[in-house]
Nanobody, 121 residues
Framework: QVHLVESGGGLVQAGDSLRLSCTASGRTFSSYTMAWFRQAPGKEREFVAYITRSRVTYEANSVKGRFTISRDNSANTVSLQMNSLKPEDTAVYYC???????????????WGQGTQVTVSS
């Protein structure tokens, strides 16, 4: 069982940076692929980035070069550093975990409650 709690969301201006964190309970954190997804109002949940247990990372084209995902297994934490934020990045950001590695949100078993990121123009 894995319990995920996100933090770090907020209201920022376009061009600003924000760092999201997701802390996981459980002793098997290091064995999971960790991912970030986001969902804007009226839109489907979309993939943002993942990091595998061997620290292979992959980001969506829409955030590549601006967002960086990382993990600290000693702290059971995965982070998402978001730079050069745009208004279209506004969404609720969710942390997810699974032993599979995929960009498909329907295949992730564990989810956090989400944290709101709002980027004003």
């Amino acid at each position: 069982q894995v319990h995920l709690v996100e933090s770090g969301g907020g209201l920022v201006q376009a061009g600003d940076s924000l760092r999201l964190s997701c802390t996981a309970s459980g002793r098997t954190f290091s064995s999971y692929t960790m991912a970030w997804f986001r969902q804007a109002p009226g839109k489907e949940r979309e993939f943002v980035a993942y990091i595998t247990r061997s620290r292979v990372t992959y980001e969506a084209n829409s955030v590549k070069g601006r967002f960086t995902i990382s993990r600290d297994n000693s702290a059971n934490t995965v982070s998402l550093q978001m730079n050069s934020l745009k208004p279209e990045d506004t969404a609720v950001y969710y942390c997810a975990a699974d032993q599979k590695t995929t960009t498909d949100s329907t295949r992730y078993y564990y989810w956090g409650q989400g944290t709101q990121v709002t980027v004003s123009s």
